[in-house]
């Protein structure tokens, strides 16, 4: 049995403080619709009129450098918001990355213009919307601590504490590309963590040993520097 829209707004914790009058009247300017695997949802630069949750599916969000080798930025995953959010004032929101769906999915698209009228000027997910702000800052800086802070002990220690699933998920080819390092780095930074008790590996997948000591690594208080 299909969802209606207000029954996928009902599983968004973003609308979780609505009421039924009020989900329907989010229902009433939202559309879903549906991407294959490798779509792209919108390209960098892209300035767009509708605010973006993904219902289902996955997406990776990346950026270009100007010899068009891929960045990786973060992946976002269902009931949660895509948009890039700063601000609230504008008509419309800028693209600063690329989203691409790397499982097939399903959007819900909400237009923004008349959400704004409808709810943040009427103070209704005003909160909601500015720690979705908030959230997305904090985002960059994660990200800024992992392509210029950490060295490659550090980056791979934080995707095992904060991303463990899509860590198993993926091939260590893809994990190493992700993160920016050589595959041989990788394998050896996951053998240092295996052998100090940090890590164990369970039939090729990584599991937590020691959560503390995992996250002293990134922190900086655990002594477990690049070879």
Do not use: W
């Amino acid at each position: 049995m299909l969802k209606s829209v207000v029954d996928i707004l009902h599983e968004i914790d973003f609308f979780n403080s609505l009421t039924p009058e009020e989900y329907q009247k989010v229902s009433d300017i939202s559309t879903l619709s549906s991407y294959s695997k490798n779509s792209i949802l919108y390209y960098e630069d892209d300035t767009i009129n509708r605010i973006y949750f993904l219902v289902s599916g996955l997406i990776k969000v990346y950026k270009l450098d100007k010899f068009d080798n891929e960045i990786f930025l973060y992946h976002i995953y269902k009931n949660n918001m895509i948009s890039e959010l700063t601000t609230i004032d504008s008509k419309s929101i800028y693209c600063f990355s690329n989203a691409e769906f790397i499982e097939e999915g399903v959007v819900l698209s909400i237009d923004f213009e008349k959400f704004k009228k409808e709810f943040l000027q009427t103070n209704i997910l005003t909160i909601k919307f500015i720690e979705e702000i908030l959230a997305k800052t904090h985002q960059l800086q994660c990200i800024v601590n992992r392509e210029l802070v950490f060295d490659a002990t550090a980056k791979v220690a934080y995707m095992l504490s904060h991303d463990l699933p899509m860590f198993n998920k993926l091939k260590r080819q893809e994990v190493s590309f992700m993160l920016h390092i050589q595959p041989e780095t990788l394998s050896r930074v996951i053998k240092r963590l295996q052998r100090n008790g940090i890590i164990g590996i369970e039939n090729s997948d990584i599991k937590i040993i020691d959560a503390d000591k995992l996250q002293a690594v990134f922190k900086g208080n655990q002594n477990e520097k690049d070879d």
